[in-house]
C-alpha cells in the first residue's frame, strides 16, 4: 500500500527554533541557517524524511511571524461580518496588496500553512506569554489546521513550561509536545509524531511507518557506532613491537604511543561522520576534541583518573605509562642454546607468528603493547563519545558536554578483568590492522562480532534506564 506523504508547516515567532527542529529531525546540519540575528529565515525552505527512499514527511521552514498583531487587526478588518468564513478572509488578504508588502512575511507563513495537512507551532518558553504570541495563535486558530505546538528550551532554568501549557490550554490546543531541539531524546521525537498522529488519524499509516523507521534507524546507528569501537579495541589489543634493543625502547615507545593515536583518531573521525556531525562543533575543554583529536593525553596518568580506571598490574614503569613490557634476556649458556634448537625445531608444529616470537622472545627481545588501563580508557572515551553524539541535536551551537556519570553499563570497562573476547585479541596480533601484512582472518571477525554485541548491550540498558528515569 502506498503511504500518502503528509506536509508540514513548522511556524512561530522569530528565532524561536523553526529552523533548529528541522535540523534535530532530519540530521541535517547544513539545513537552513541558525542564528541569534532576528529574521533570519526569509523565504520558506523545505526538507523531507525519507522512508525507504520515499519522501513520507515534508517538512516546511517558515519565515517568522514578525508583525502578528497587525495582521489580525487587518484580517478583522477585512471580515464582513461574522457569517464570513476566516478562510475566506486569509484568502481575501492574500489576494490583496498588503500580502505583497507590509505583511510580505506572514504571508508567505499563511500561504504555507494552508497547502500543508498540520502545523508545528514552536515556542521559546524562555519568553513570556505576551501579545504577539497570543494574536500569533489566535490567526492560527482561524486557518483551519490542526496545530501541535512545540515547546522548544524545556530544559532552560528559565523555562516557563508551565504558563504556557495553562495558556494553550485557555485557546483550546491540547497536543502540546515538550521537545529540546539541542539535547535529543528519542522519546520525545518519538511523542511529537504521535501527538501529530492523534489529530490527523487519515495519517495514521505514514505516521506508524515514520515511528518504525526512527527506532529503526537509531538501533542501526548504536549498532555500527559500537562497531567501528571494537574494530578500533581489537586493532589496539592485539598490537605489539618488538624491539631488538634496550637503546631502541625509547623510539619504539614513542612509535607505538603514536601509531594508537593515530588509530584511535580514525575511531573518532569515523563516529562523527557517522553522526553526521564535524570536528569543529568541538572544544578541547569540553569534549575534549580539537579537529578530531582528544585534548587529554591517551598516555597520561591523567586520563586514567579521569575515566576512574584502575592502574593495571601489568603496566610498565617510568616512562612507558600505558604500555605493558615483556622480555626474556638473552645469554644463553651453550647447553641452553642447544636446548632452544630443539625448541624452534618443535614449533615448527606451532603457528608461524606464535613461534617467531617466541624465537623473539628467547633472543632478548622486547615486546611493547598496549595495557589493559589504556584498552579501558580506549573503550569509555569512545563509549562517551557515542553517547554525546546521540543526544547531541544537529541545531546544536554550543559545544559538546560529555556526560560524567557512570553508568552501569560501562562499569565493567573500569575494573580489572576486560571483556574475555580482548584477552584473546591480545594473545592473537594477528588480529590486529596495525600489524604488518594482518587483520583479515576468520577469527578476528568473531572476535569482533562478539565485541560488538557486548557493547551494544550497554546501550540497550542504558536506553531502558533513560526511558524509566
Same mark, same amino acid.
Given at each position: 500500500?502506498?503511504?500518502?506523504?503528509?506536509?508540514?508547516?513548522?511556524? $512561530?515567532? *522569530?528565532?524561536?527554533?523553526?529552523? &533548529?527542529?528541522?535540523?534535530?529531525?532530519?540530521?541535517?546540519?547544513?539545513?537552513?541557517?541558525? %542564528?541569534?540575528?532576528?529574521? *533570519?529565515?526569509?523565504?520558506?525552505?523545505?526538507?523531507?524524511?525519507?522512508?525507504?527512499?520515499?519522501?513520507?514527511?515534508?517538512?516546511?521552514?517558515?519565515?517568522?511571524?514578525?508583525?502578528?498583531?497587525?495582521?489580525?487587526?487587518?484580517?478583522? %478588518?477585512? !471580515?464582513?461580518?461574522?457569517?464570513?468564513?476566516?478562510?475566506?478572509?486569509? /484568502? /481575501?488578504?492574500?489576494?490583496?496588496?498588503?500580502?505583497?508588502?507590509?505583511?510580505?512575511?506572514?504571508?508567505?507563513?499563511?500561504?504555507?500553512?494552508?497547502?500543508?495537512?498540520?502545523? +508545528?507551532?514552536?515556542?521559546?518558553?524562555?519568553?513570556?506569554?505576551?501579545?504577539?504570541?497570543?494574536?500569533?495563535?489566535?490567526?492560527?486558530?482561524?486557518?483551519?489546521?490542526?496545530?501541535?505546538?512545540?515547546?522548544?528550551?524545556?530544559?532552560?532554568?528559565?523555562?516557563?513550561?508551565?504558563?504556557?501549557?495553562?495558556?494553550?490550554?485557555?485557546?483550546?490546543?491540547?497536543?502540546?509536545?515538550?521537545?529540546?531541539?539541542?539535547?535529543?531524546?528519542?522519546?520525545?521525537?518519538?511523542?511529537?509524531?504521535?501527538?501529530?498522529?492523534?489529530?490527523?488519524? !487519515?495519517? =495514521?499509516?505514514?505516521?506508524?511507518?515514520?515511528?518504525?523507521?526512527?527506532?529503526? +534507524?537509531? #538501533?542501526?546507528?548504536?549498532?555500527?557506532?559500537?562497531?567501528?569501537?571494537?574494530?578500533?579495541?581489537?586493532?589496539?589489543?592485539?598490537?605489539?613491537?618488538?624491539?631488538?634493543?634496550?637503546?631502541?625502547?625509547?623510539?619504539?615507545?614513542?612509535?607505538?604511543?603514536?601509531?594508537?593515536?593515530?588509530?584511535?583518531?580514525?575511531?573518532?573521525?569515523?563516529?562523527?561522520?557517522?553522526? =553526521?556531525?564535524?570536528?569543529?562543533?568541538?572544544?578541547?575543554?569540553?569534549?575534549?576534541?580539537?579537529?578530531?583529536?582528544?585534548?587529554?593525553?591517551?598516555?597520561?596518568?591523567?586520563?586514567?583518573?579521569?575515566? $576512574?580506571?584502575?592502574?593495571?598490574?601489568?603496566?610498565?614503569?617510568?616512562?612507558?605509562?600505558?604500555?605493558?613490557?615483556?622480555?626474556?634476556?638473552?645469554?644463553?649458556?651453550?647447553?641452553?642454546?642447544?636446548?632452544?634448537?630443539?625448541?624452534?625445531?618443535?614449533?615448527? &608444529?606451532?603457528?608461524?607468528?606464535?613461534?617467531?616470537?617466541?624465537?623473539?622472545?628467547?633472543?632478548?627481545?622486547?615486546?611493547?603493547?598496549?595495557?589493559?588501563? *589504556?584498552?579501558?580508557?580506549?573503550?569509555?572515551?569512545? +563509549?562517551?563519545?557515542?553517547?554525546?553524539?546521540?543526544? !547531541? $541535536?544537529?541545531?546544536?551551537?554550543?559545544?559538546?558536554?560529555?556526560?560524567?556519570?557512570?553508568?552501569?553499563?560501562?562499569?565493567?570497562?573500569?575494573?580489572? =578483568?576486560?571483556?574475555?573476547?580482548?584477552?584473546?585479541?591480545?594473545?592473537?596480533?594477528?588480529? &590486529?590492522?596495525?600489524?604488518? $601484512? *594482518?587483520?583479515?582472518?576468520?577469527? =578476528?571477525? #568473531?572476535?569482533?562480532?562478539?565485541?560488538?554485541?557486548?557493547?551494544?548491550?550497554?546501550?540497550?540498558?542504558?536506553? &531502558?534506564?533513560?526511558?524509566?528515569?
Amino acid at each position: 500500500m502506498k503511504l500518502a506523504p503528509l506536509k508540514v508547516a513548522v511556524v $512561530g515567532h *522569530t528565532n524561536t527554533g523553526k529552523t &533548529s527542529l528541522l535540523r534535530t529531525l532530519t540530521r541535517d546540519i547544513s539545513f537552513g541557517e541558525v %542564528s541569534n540575528r532576528p529574521a *533570519t529565515t526569509r523565504h520558506v525552505e523545505g526538507t523531507a524524511l525519507l522512508i525507504n527512499g520515499a519522501p513520507l514527511v515534508e517538512l516546511y521552514d517558515t519565515p517568522g511571524l514578525e508583525d502578528s498583531i497587525g495582521l489580525l487587526e487587518h484580517l478583522e %478588518s477585512l !471580515r464582513q461580518d461574522r457569517h464570513t468564513d476566516w478562510i475566506e478572509v486569509i /484568502q /481575501q488578504f492574500l489576494a490583496g496588496p498588503l500580502a505583497h508588502n507590509r505583511f510580505e512575511q506572514e504571508a508567505k507563513v499563511l500561504r504555507q500553512i494552508l497547502a500543508d495537512d498540520v502545523v +508545528l507551532y514552536v515556542i521559546d518558553v524562555r519568553d513570556r506569554v505576551l501579545g504577539k504570541h497570543r494574536d500569533e495563535l489566535e490567526i492560527l486558530g482561524r486557518t483551519a489546521k490542526p496545530v501541535v505546538p512545540v515547546l522548544n528550551f524545556v530544559a532552560s532554568p528559565e523555562a516557563k513550561t508551565q504558563r504556557w501549557r495553562e495558556h494553550l490550554a485557555r485557546v483550546n490546543m491540547h497536543a502540546v509536545v515538550e521537545f529540546d531541539f539541542v539535547v535529543v531524546n528519542e522519546y520525545g521525537e518519538k511523542q511529537l509524531f504521535e501527538k501529530i498522529r492523534t489529530l490527523l488519524d !487519515r495519517f =495514521r499509516p505514514t505516521l506508524d511507518a515514520v515511528i518504525a523507521d526512527r527506532v529503526r +534507524l537509531r #538501533a542501526n546507528l548504536v549498532r555500527a557506532s559500537v562497531d567501528l569501537l571494537a574494530d578500533l579495541l581489537i586493532d589496539v589489543a592485539g598490537y605489539l613491537v618488538i624491539v631488538p634493543a634496550d637503546d631502541q625502547q625509547a623510539a619504539a615507545i614513542e612509535q607505538l604511543r603514536e601509531v594508537v593515536r593515530k588509530r584511535e583518531l580514525q575511531c573518532v573521525q569515523a563516529l562523527l561522520e557517522l553522526h =553526521r556531525f564535524r570536528s569543529d562543533d568541538y572544544t578541547a575543554q569540553e569534549l575534549p576534541i580539537v579537529d578530531g583529536y582528544w585534548g587529554l593525553d591517551l598516555f597520561s596518568p591523567e586520563s586514567l583518573k579521569q575515566f $576512574g580506571v584502575r592502574a593495571s598490574s601489568a603496566a610498565a614503569v617510568g616512562g612507558t605509562t600505558g604500555l605493558a613490557v615483556d622480555a626474556m634476556t638473552g645469554g644463553l649458556s651453550l647447553g641452553a642454546a642447544a636446548a632452544l634448537g630443539a625448541t624452534l625445531g618443535a614449533l615448527a &608444529s606451532f603457528s608461524h607468528s606464535h613461534g617467531k616470537r617466541l624465537k623473539d622472545r628467547f633472543k632478548g627481545f622486547t615486546e611493547l603493547r598496549i595495557d589493559d588501563g *589504556t584498552l579501558r580508557i580506549l573503550a569509555l572515551r569512545q +563509549l562517551d563519545l557515542i553517547r554525546a553524539l546521540l543526544q !547531541r $541535536g544537529h541545531a546544536s551551537q554550543e559545544k559538546i558536554q560529555l556526560n560524567a556519570r557512570a553508568l552501569e553499563a560501562d562499569k565493567k570497562w573500569k575494573g580489572w =578483568r576486560l571483556p574475555e573476547v580482548l584477552n584473546k585479541a591480545k594473545a592473537n596480533p594477528g588480529w &590486529s590492522r596495525l600489524n604488518e $601484512g *594482518t587483520g583479515s582472518t576468520t577469527g =578476528r571477525l #568473531a572476535a569482533k562480532d562478539k565485541l560488538t554485541k557486548i557493547l551494544e548491550a550497554g546501550f540497550t540498558e542504558g536506553s &531502558s534506564a533513560t526511558k524509566n528515569s
